[in-house]
Every structure is written in C-alpha cells, then in structure tokens.
C-alpha cells in the first residue's frame, strides 16, 4: 500500500522485453529512501505498484507482466523515461495523501494544462465506467501521485497542482495528448460496490445503513 506521497524522480536506463513482458531497470536520484531497497520488496512505478528482482548502486529492477502492461503506461517506457517513485507504506509514516494500492484502473489521455498563475490544472479524460468511483473534492491518483478532484465533467476530470508538486514529480513534462495512470479511490469502489449489490430477487438494495454504520464503528 501507498499514499500517493512522490518520494523521488527516477530515471528508465533500461527495457528488457522478456516474453510477453518486460524487464525495467530503473535509476534513481538522491534520495536516501531508497538506499536500503531490498528484493521483494514493493515499489511504486508511476502509481503501478511492481515487485523489486534485482538491486544495485542507485538502481532497482522490477519484471513487468502482460497484465500490467495492458493497463498501464509502463510499456511506453524507454531508457531516459522520468518515473515517479515511492516505497510501500510503513505502518508508522505520516498519511499524507490517501489510501493507495497500486493497482492502476486505466490509463488515460490528457487534455489540456491550463496555467493558472503560480498553479496549474490538469484536465484528464477518463472512460465512463469508472464514473461512479470519483466525486468532486475527493481523492484521486495520477501516475501515482495523490490529488484532489477540483472540478468534475463527464468523463472529464481536473486537478489543480501546487508548484511544489509540479516541480518534484513528473507532472511538469506533461502535455496536451500524454498518456497517464490512474487509481480510483479504493473507498469510493467498495462504497460502489456496496450501494450497486442485488438482492436474491434481481432488485439493487443498499448495504449501507444506520445498523450497517452502527456496527461498523461509525
């Protein structure tokens, strides 16, 4: 698990393809998070949660399976690719953005970058069946960075990025037509699920109500 929180930028210096996936070996800068990486262990690739098979002087590599590259954007990585990078969750870390899986739901287009002074919003499209699992003002992650949704159309989403974030991720390449990752709220899909169960006679019913809560701690 992940909170969406950038720990560094990384660099692709190499792609293996390996069967039906790839092999990525992924350099990355300074930042002392990731100098006791250890294999096994989980990683984040532009919000694409990978497994770590091999370590190194200031890299890491993951095996990227066909499942993952049918959702993702990690088959459009080549060397020199800029990634963001982040480690899995410590029981005792700071939540600062929300509850990340890693599990990317699709990948997406962007439409357009508007510069709004010392900020900018990032407009993505998105398909429609996720619709149900984003709202306005909730929690939604791009190319594994936690954001807020500022503005909701159909099928059309924006983000509003502060400059601290624009500059410290790969947020600052983006263009018009690029290609990102994105993860719905795992709360939003299970509420979802919930409100979208049928009974034993064919009729949709709500799980979630006052007895539900109640014993649920709320």
């Not at 600062?96 to 990948?107: I, K, P, R, T």
């Amino acid at each position: 698990m992940f909170t969406g929180i950038i720990k560094d930028v990384g660099r692709v210096s190499g792609v293996t393809r390996r069967q039906g996936g790839l092999r990525l070996k992924v350099h990355y800068g300074n930042s002392e998070e990731f100098n006791m990486l250890s294999i096994d262990e989980s990683v984040s690739l532009n919000g694409a949660c990978q497994t770590v098979v091999a370590v190194g002087d200031g890299w890491f590599e993951v095996d990227t399976v066909e499942e993952t590259l049918s959702k993702t954007t990690l088959g459009a990585f080549r060397n020199g690719t800029q990634v963001n990078l982040e480690r899995a969750l410590r029981p005792l870390d700071r939540l600062g953005g929300h509850f990340v899986l890693g599990h990317v739901d699709c990948a997406a287009e962007v439409q357009e970058v508007r510069e709004l002074g010392s900020s900018r919003e990032l407009w993505v499209a998105f398909p429609d069946t996720f619709s149900p699992f984003i709202v306005s003002a909730g929690s939604i992650t791009i190319d594994g960075i936690s954001l807020t949704v500022a503005k909701l159309e159909t099928m059309l989403f924006a983000v509003a990025i502060i400059p601290f974030t624009f500059a410290h991720t790969t947020l600052h390449s983006l263009q018009q037509g690029g290609r990102v990752n994105l993860e719905f709220d795992i709360l939003g899909k299970y509420v979802a699920r919930q409100l979208g169960a049928h009974s034993s006679t064919g009729e949709k019913v709500s799980r979630i109500d006052e007895v539900w809560l109640r014993e649920n701690g709320f």
